[in-house]
């Protein structure tokens, strides 16, 4: 049986050490999750405390071939975004807008850092952070965030091009300031 099922019947058995064991295998990755949607890092420590709670209180609803990985992650998510509901974060509706045309930028003349992307990541309204978060770190389908969020497939669309358009030019600015 490999160690991951192993801690989780263990963690069954109400054996304090698995949860501990199962929590500092996968709490840094899920931390950065819950980083990149709230964008602080306070909300982000709250969100995946609340998450792991629903992980421990709900191991037994884990079926033996589900992924423990993929079912932790998603619990994760779940919580960020009832904590951005709560929250009342708004998505532009595009039906209400003018679609926004992505401009032609010739990328390679930006020097783009990682920790410039970073921050300006972080400087994103909640609404575009969170998408540009769902879309590009998490992999999910614009269906599927759209789902999540309860907002138009086009709406979700919209959100992630406003939103790489925002980081270029927070990251444009940057570069010109050093």
Not at 32 to 38: D, E, Y
Not at 49 to 76: C, G, P, Y
Not at 125 to 130: F, L, N, Q
Not at 134 to 163: P, V
Request: charged letters at 30%; a neutral charge.
């Amino acid at each position: 049986m490999p160690v991951t099922n192993q801690i989780v019947v263990r963690c069954r058995k109400g054996d304090a050490r698995a949860f501990r064991e199962l929590y500092d295998a996968y709490s840094r990755a899920m931390y950065n999750i819950c980083l990149r949607m709230t964008g602080h890092a306070p909300d982000a420590e709250d969100v995946l405390q609340e998450a792991f709670v629903q992980v421990f209180n709900n191991l037994s609803r884990l079926e033996s071939d589900a992924s423990l990985t993929a079912w932790i992650k998603r619990i994760v998510v779940n919580q960020c975004l009832s904590w951005l509901r709560k929250k009342k974060v708004r998505f532009e509706d595009v039906e209400h807008h003018d679609k926004a045309e992505s401009p032609d930028v010739d990328e390679s003349e930006h020097a783009l850092t990682v920790s410039a992307v970073k921050e300006a990541i972080g400087q994103l309204p909640d609404g575009y952070r969170t998408v540009l978060s769902l879309y590009i770190f998490e992999e999910y389908s614009h269906r599927e965030i759209a789902d999540m969020l309860g907002i138009s497939e086009s709406t979700a669309k919209t959100q992630y091009m406003r939103a790489k358009e925002k980081v270029r030019q927070l990251v444009k600015l940057k570069t010109k300031e050093v």
